[in-house]
DNA sequence: CTTTAAAATACTCAATTTGAGTATAAAGGA
DNA sequence: TCCTTTATACTCAAATTGAGTATTTTAAAG
């Protein structure tokens, strides 16, 4: 078992995608190009000594935006992603980045990511697609399975991802439920492939190649990793009261908090310190500015950063 | 930005390298090769569909072994990875099969992970040769910090990752742990590399290339998995008792766990189901003997499996 | 100057979850 | 019959979590 390389064996072309994520108000914000149908990516130049830095330094070139945490998502080799001969390797990054607001001008390269996925948005509840739209035509898609265990398995997985049953919404799962649309033949990105061909279009933009995908990955492991992890701070300007720290993680999670216990848990993991300031008042009573403390950078990589994400509803 | 890949900007060679985990009894084991010295590796053939299929089939290939749960772990690219010239890019997965008994014969390639990381398992309590070689070592390296900001932040790694302050004992942090004794220069691959000549060698034995770190990140990543999915399930035989179980989750955990409320833990979450046999005991009381839901399968990128590990001690 | 809206802030409370026990039963071997 | 080993059944207190009420502070609208 095991071996040396054969010269060619595994000659494959090397690029990077990256999944920048930056959060604006309440709109949790992708970079994208190609007016907005693709994430950004390009060849992989091998004179850094490791993968982070190159896609660091290649960002940091494109975007003109200092990169704040960074983590490597996937690495996709699969045979036909559009490029036909020779296999190219994409290697997908995962990038945290302050608030974008360059100077006044809008960026049209940083959208929302709900544009491309609008039943991930339940801040206001759940959104009206997914029962009017998704689930008919998922639960089609189960009844016209070929066996009943299929049958069964479908709707299984249909109860899980889209809280059809009595289990709750799960924030975590963009993947999955992306994947089952994808299967299901409801995202026009299915249709090159084999699988059933699309339908008429759902709400939400696709994107080129399997970018989409890459995005849901992206996402998900955003969702995920906040709650135990405070990457939050990566994506905060320096000073910031708790309700913008709320509203960034709502963003993210695409769910509302409670706010009480929200503070709660923050003041008692002690991940913040006052600035003294105040801010400027948009509406109500002014409220402090706080900023991160700095051992959260260091320990960060440990504490249960725990986020109280709301229950069922 | 972004773009089409020159001709040659990307090229590479890409390999593909595992850390496939069983676990035998109270040992959880690794497959080698080079005798305990590096990670089952080869070059990434390009004709199978996907990356993880491709995986599969070669390990199946070279091992004879049905592998359970796949997911990938890593891409590293990072340039002296011993190969000069040509880039390689190495796909890391992590694999989990069943028992290994292959016919009574104790196959030398599948090594306790602990062999590499002695200080990883605490199921006797705290392993002597922390306190005894591995943390006045690290002091002595935190004291020779240029600065004192250095000095200061080198000290909380150390409490964090090796417990020595108010924090408990992580298990989660083996890849943290490993990398500090790197840095530290405390483990002999540190050696090759720029950093400071590694002392008299520390107990674990070391590997080639960077197949310890590797072999860390499979370990954290399978240990911070167990505690919210159900994989253990890939590691057992189709039917086995209930302390079976609870010593190959301490296995991967490195940690003793309190047999009630695992007990209560699991029938919670209805993961298992009896098989009315009992077990040929070993000793005392004749155990049921327990099979998995056929659901779990299907619910398992769901459901929070919690397991109780224990805690401070 | 009063009212109102938008926040911040301070508490309370019940339900669960968690960590850690004690007590008892069942089996086999010395 | 005693002893060891394991299974199994309960109990209990502490901590955590989810959800609420009540009160205060400010800016802006009328």
Redesign the pocket.
Known sequence: MAVEPTADAGAATAELTAVLVAVTGDAPRVLTIQDGQALPSGPFESNHPTLQLGLRAWVERQTHHPLGYVEQLYTFADKDRGHAGARVISICYLGLTRETRASGARDPGWQSWYRYFPWEDWRDGPPALIARAIVPRLRAWARAAPGNATKRARGARIAIDFATGDTAWNEDLVLQRYELLYEAGLVPEARRRGAAAADSALPGTAMLHDHRRILATGMARLRAKIKYRPVVFELMPPAF????L?RAVEALAGRRL????F???ID?QQLVEETGQM?A????????LFRFRPTVLLERAVAGT?L??????
Chains 1, 2 share one sequence.
């Open positions: 009261t708790l309700l913008e709320q409670h706010k009480q216990n503070r709660r848990l008692q801010s008042a948009t509406g109500g009573r002014p409220a402090q725990k109280p994400l709301s229950r069922p509803a």
